[in-house]
């Protein structure tokens, strides 16, 4: 089993490895920026986009409910035979 100091060792020459390779090649901090932040973007257009539609077709469930409403609650006119 690894003692803490160790564990600390380890992770430090981790880091410091990480840390080489980006100095080595800087280019790699905005692509990995980029390559988090475009899914993310996405992601949250289609939430919002997917709120916006949920609810235009609750309106539209609505409407369509108050119209039969209202057709069975109009008499039934019948031509000639209103007198």
Known sequence: MLTPEDINQE??????????????NPWLIPASIALMTIPMAVSI?????NAQLKKRLKIE??????????K????????????
């Open 45 to 49: 257009h289609g939430f919002w986009k």
């Open 11 to 24: 992770i430090k020459e981790y880091n410091e490895a990480k840390l080489e390779i980006i100095r080595q």
């Open 61 to 70: 469930r609505e409407k369509t409910k108050q119209l039969q409403n209202g």
């Open 72 to 83: 069975n609650s109009l008499p039934k006119i019948r031509p000639f035979h209103n007198f």
